[in-house]
Structures are given as C-alpha cells and as structure tokens.
Nanobody, 126 residues
Framework: QVQLVESGGGLVQAGGSLRLSCAAS????????MGWFRQAPGKEREFVAA????????YYADSVKGRFTISRDNAKNSVYLQMNSLKSEDTAVYYC???????????????????WGQGTQVTVSS
C-alpha cells in the first residue's frame, strides 16, 4: 500500500506560478513511477506529467510542456510539480499517483496507476 498526500494548490493569477508537492508513505522502499494528473469540472481525468524512479525518464502532456516541471526526491519520498506561466485552462483538481508495477517507462494512462492522492485544487484566474 502507498498513501499519497498532495499539497500546494491554491488560487493564482494567469501567468503566475505554483508548486505542488506529493508526499508518499507506506511501501516507500519499492521503486515506482510517479505521475501527476488533473481533472477539470465536467471533464475526464487527464495526464499531466510522469517521472521514473531514477528521474532519468520524464514525460509531459503537450499542453504543459515547457511550462511545468516534474521532479522527485526519493530520500524524502516526494514528487513535485512546478507550474509556471499558468493559464485559466490549467484550472483543475490535481492528483498525484503511483504506478508500482514499473520503475521506468511511465504510462500516460489513468488505469495504469494503482494509488492516488485526494487531490489539490488549482484555480487560475484570468
């Protein structure tokens, strides 16, 4: 079992920045892929970014490439999402997720991730 807790969401003006954090507990001795997803009202949950255990493989959705940066600190059992140049369309609940079936070659599919945090709201005002 892996428990995930996100933090760092909030209200920000367009063009601003936020940094999301996700702390993992439980089966933290295992190596696994971590991902960030988001879900806007009335829309399906969508992939944002993912990072392999070593941090050597990183993937981004086209919509956030060049603006968001995913990173992780395995010593702190944490993963982060630095979000810059935020747009109103980035408004959503952001979820941290863990895929314990692999340590690299992260999936973009929601169904690949077994463990999820409770989500943190990000609202970008225009």
């Amino acid at each position: 079992q892996v428990q995930l807790v996100e933090s760092g969401g909030g209200l920000v003006q367009a063009g601003g920045s936020l940094r999301l954090s996700c702390a993992a507990s439980g089966r933290t001795s295992s190596t696994y892929v971590m991902g960030w997803f988001r879900q806007a009202p009335g829309k399906e949950r969508e992939f944002v970014a993912a990072i392999s255990w070593s941090g050597g493989s990183i993937y981004y959705a086209d919509s956030v490439k060049g603006r968001f940066t995913i990173s992780r600190d395995n010593a702190k059992n944490s993963v982060y999402l630095q979000m810059n140049s935020l747009k109103s369309e980035d408004t959503a609940v952001y979820y941290c997720a863990a895929d314990t079936s692999r340590s690299s070659l992260a999936s973009r599919r929601v169904s690949a991730y077994e463990y999820w945090g409770q989500g943190t709201q990000v609202t970008v005002s225009s």
